[in-house]
């Protein structure tokens, strides 16, 4: 089997990525997980809007340049800041609470939530960008 070209993989990977953002979250499989690399991406390219679900204690050891921070024990007062209409994507520490309160805000009718597998300590460890919070 040949390899593909380096530009053409990553382009077959961009619009695999691209096409599971805005699918409906129930056409993605049952834990609706993102690999990191895709929320990354996601991200960077402005494609879906992405919360960090951590809380503030955890914020303070860095966050994602570009992600909303939103706390978890907030999500109940501030439902109106995640949309239902565009592809959402939950980052907590190790993806646990992330893909509960995904599951949770898909049981309420957001169909385009997903959660980034790995977390904000997998972020870390891969050493990714981290900035102070604001």
């Given at each position: 089997m040949t390899q593909l070209p380096a530009r053409r993989h990553l382009l077959a990977a961009a619009s695999a990525t691209a096409l599971a953002l805005v699918l409906p979250a129930h056409a993605a499989g049952e834990d609706e997980a993102l690999p990191l690399e895709a929320a990354r991406d996601a991200l960077a390219r402005r494609s879906a809007i992405v919360f960090?679900?951590?809380e503030p204690d955890?914020?303070?050891?860095?966050v994602a340049p570009g992600m909303r921070l939103?706390?978890?024990?907030q999500i109940g007062q501030r439902l109106a800041e995640i949309p239902k209409d565009q592809p959402v994507i939950l980052v907590?520490?190790?993806?646990?609470?992330?893909k509960a309160t995904a599951r949770a805000l898909r049981e309420r009718g957001w169909s385009k939530v997903?959660?980034?597998?790995?977390?904000m300590s997998e972020w870390?460890?891969?050493g990714w960008p981290l900035a102070a919070p604001r």
């Open positions: 960090d679900i951590r955890e914020h303070a050891r860095g939103l706390p978890m024990s907590c520490n190790t993806q646990n609470r992330s997903r959660y980034a597998a790995g977390g870390a460890r891969r």
